[in-house]
């Protein structure tokens, strides 16, 4: 696909079971033109149905997605340019795995975009690995913070040994994936016996996704394919052989721009997009903001 627009534009084909029990019975939450968010009536699972062909879900990231004219609904506004911000946020982010892994050891970023997250763990000693889709930003990871262990493709083609990391993350990354158990799996294997798996998504369950309703902002319907909650994340890193030790709101909060706050309220409606107009003004001015609508997720691997 060529464009955001293109993409926002596809139209899905594909209707899909309930990916954790394979009930097609699901009962609709909302409809949004040829999509719908379901919830599975027997797990709970939500997700989108129908969808993209598999070949177009994979063109949509290699470069559009990170510069995109129609963000609230595809992608992002301008990726490579928030870059202090994404630094930032992984700055404070990874304060959950250095707490528990005092000592620089090695970690693999599944979906590591430009490496931002990667390029705050080589500040501090780690050893930095990553797998991204997208070949574009592969090689842009490697220009800005000279990242050598970087590989376009996915984890489950990536030739590591099996016990080769201390730490596998995957920040913002399940919800796209059409098979995440089969990525979380290879994931097992290539951690260590001590080693941890991160895992942050987006929470269906919490407040704020319901006071939204068909307004959340995650309810992106292209790309987000599953919308996880605590008892369905469980389920699914369970699936996957792990145990999870922590799953928490906290630190699941991220710095954005004024920009970034104008576009999103545009998705509630489009009249407060026109109120936040002003906020143009200091449109690169930037501030912390937590909702806790999002899942960090710490998980152990199963002996």
């Not at 993209?52 to 129609?70: F, K």
């Not at 895992?199 to 996704?209: D, G, H, I, L």
């Not at 292209?222 to 469980?234: C, K, Q």
Request: glycine content about 6%; proline content about 5%.
């Amino acid at each position: 696909m060529k464009s955001a627009t293109d993409v926002v534009s596809a139209t899905p084909t594909r209707e899909v079971p309930c990916y954790l029990c394979g009930r097609t019975d699901p009962s609709t939450m909302f409809a949004q033109g040829p999509y719908r968010v379901v919830r599975c009536q027997g797990c709970r699972l939500v997700f989108t149905t129908p969808r993209l062909s598999p070949e177009q879900i994979e063109a949509m990231y290699q470069t559009a997605y990170w510069s995109s004219e129609c963000a609230k609904d595809f992608g992002y506004t301008d990726y490579l340019n928030d870059r202090e911000l994404y630094l930032a946020t992984y700055r404070m982010r990874r304060e959950v795995i250095t707490s528990r892994k005092p000592t620089p050891g090695r970690v693999l970023d599944v979906g590591s975009a430009a490496g931002f997250f990667l390029a705050t763990m080589k500040e501090v000693g780690w050893e930095c690995h990553g797998i991204e889709l997208s070949e574009f930003m592969a090689a842009k990871s490697k220009e800005l913070f000279q990242l050598e262990h970087i590989r376009s493709g996915t984890i489950t083609s990536s030739p590591y040994p099996n016990g080769f990391f201390d730490v596998v993350t995957f920040w913002d990354v399940i919800e796209h994936l059409e098979d995440p158990l089969v990525h979380l799996t290879k994931a097992r294997d290539l951690l260590k016996p001590d080693g941890l798996l991160i895992v942050e998504t987006q929470n269906v369950e919490s407040r704020f996704a319901r006071v939204m309703g068909k307004n959340w902002q995650h309810y992106k319907m292209a790309e987000h394919l599953y919308h996880f909650g605590p008892s369905t994340v469980r389920t699914l890193l369970d699936r996957a052989g792990f145990d999870v030790v922590e799953n928490t709101g906290k630190r699941g909060g991220k710095k954005v721009s004024f920009d970034f706050i104008r576009e999103r309220v545009g998705k509630i409606h489009p009249v407060l997009s026109t109120l936040a107009s002003p906020l143009k003004l200091i449109g690169r001015a930037s501030l912390y903001v937590n909702l806790f609508d999002e899942m960090l997720v710490v998980a152990k691997k199963r002996a």
